[in-house]
């Protein structure tokens, strides 16, 4: 079934499209066939983009429950999955990738809305960051058993613990999980199999030893150290070099509580990042925390151009073309142009002069059939 979707301006992943452009789908997909004839779809003023996509969620997560405790019986975990997903996709978030669940649950929702991408329990030492969701390996045999497992799986990204975490008791994030070498045997064997291998770090340490291990992203990247911040900017320039990119996990809906000192100088080291080269990719860590609902992805858009220093087009392809290329999916992900899958989102006004208005959804449409 053909159709045209018609909007008062386009953003298509990169840049803006004004004139009342029409975009083509047929089967779940976006063609470049003439649209005379067909039936349209007149969404008015709204600006018709990319379905958005968030690299860096937990869907198994209760944003109000305590991600620790794994007591709940898988039905109910299950659940959940599909009822988060659910609320990314009213955001206009078509593509989440997961970057830790128990049991691989998340790998039985791939038809709950959004396109989902999977990376099953992450890869951690024993006793390590999130070790409790059942991903624990050590040493080189371990690591390439725990990486090979997930190919046999099928997941989508392979996702290891450089350093420890804050949410885990025992684990300090300025502690190195494993070393270059490890992280190399596991970019070895997911690379083989086609899967990109994105880790986990919070200090300088960390990071530094996923970069030389040519790791494909990484999340956070805080280069938190004890009582404050310390970025290693040899380090960012080798990244840079490497074309990794950064998942800054900032993203989370608007809070009371004021501004930490901290807080402030990680968002201008990732402004000063950026002027560096640095890719940075929008997400969110949905899923860890009440302000960390899964429908947060357009609020860190939004801060990325008022406290990142990004232009409104920027801002908005860190979370749709960028953040495709992230994840390995930008052939058919984070654009409006031919042959990418038909996952769009229609906001009220137009974002490219003023980002709040992503918070406005109008309609939602996943592989070409409205779903908001
Ligand atoms: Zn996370």
Not at 306 to 320: K, Q, V
Request: with cysteine; net charge negative.
């Amino acid at each position: 079934m053909k159709q045209a979707i018609r909007a008062a301006r386009i953003f298509d992943g990169e840049r803006e499209i004004t004139g009342e452009p029409v975009v083509v789908v047929a089967d779940g997909k976006i063609v470049s066939t003439d649209p005379a004839g067909l039936p349209v779809i007149d969404l008015g003023d709204v600006t018709l983009l990319p379905g958005l996509v968030d690299s860096h969620v937990h869907l198994a997560f209760d944003p109000f429950g305590v991600a620790t405790d794994q007591t709940d019986p898988d039905d109910v975990v299950l659940a959940r999955i599909r009822a988060n997903a659910l609320e990314a996709l009213q955001a206009g978030i078509t593509t989440v990738r997961d970057l830790g669940d128990r049991g691989y649950l998340t790998l039985q929702a791939s038809d709950a809305g959004p396109e989902v991408l999977v990376s099953g329990p992450p890869v951690t030492t024993t006793g390590g960051h999130c070790w409790f969701l059942g991903g624990e390996a050590d040493g080189l045999d371990g690591v390439r058993a725990a990486v090979t497992e997930r190919v046999e799986r099928g997941v989508d990204v392979v996702k290891i613990m450089a350093t420890g975490g804050s949410i885990t008791p025992g684990s300090s994030p300025f502690d190195q999980q494993y070393t270059t070498e490890e992280l190399r045997a596991a970019v070895e064997i997911a690379h083989a199999a086609g899967i990109p291998v994105t880790v986990h770090a919070h200090a300088s340490t960390g990071i530094k030893a996923a970069v030389d291990a040519g790791v494909d992203s990484i999340e956070h990247a805080f280069f938190l150290a004890p009582g404050g911040l310390a970025v290693d900017w040899d380090t960012v320039d080798t990244l840079v070099r490497k074309e990794i990119y950064v998942s800054t996990t900032t993203a989370r809906r608007p809070t009371a509580e004021p501004a930490t000192p901290v807080s402030l100088t990680l968002r201008e080291n990732f402004g000063r990042m950026r002027e560096r080269g640095v890719r940075l990719v929008c997400s969110s860590d949905a899923g860890i925390g009440p302000f960390k609902r899964f429908d947060s992805l357009p609020h860190g858009v939004i801060e990325f151009g008022e406290l990142l220093g990004f232009s409104t087009a920027d801002a908005l392809a860190s979370a749709t073309s960028v953040a495709a290329r992230a994840c390995g999916i930008g052939d058919r992900k984070g654009r409006i142009a031919p042959g990418h899958d038909a996952d769009l989102l229609a906001v009220a006004g137009n974002p490219l002069q003023d980002l709040s208005a992503l918070l406005d959804v109008r309609a939602v449409f996943r592989n070409g059939e409205r779903v908001v």
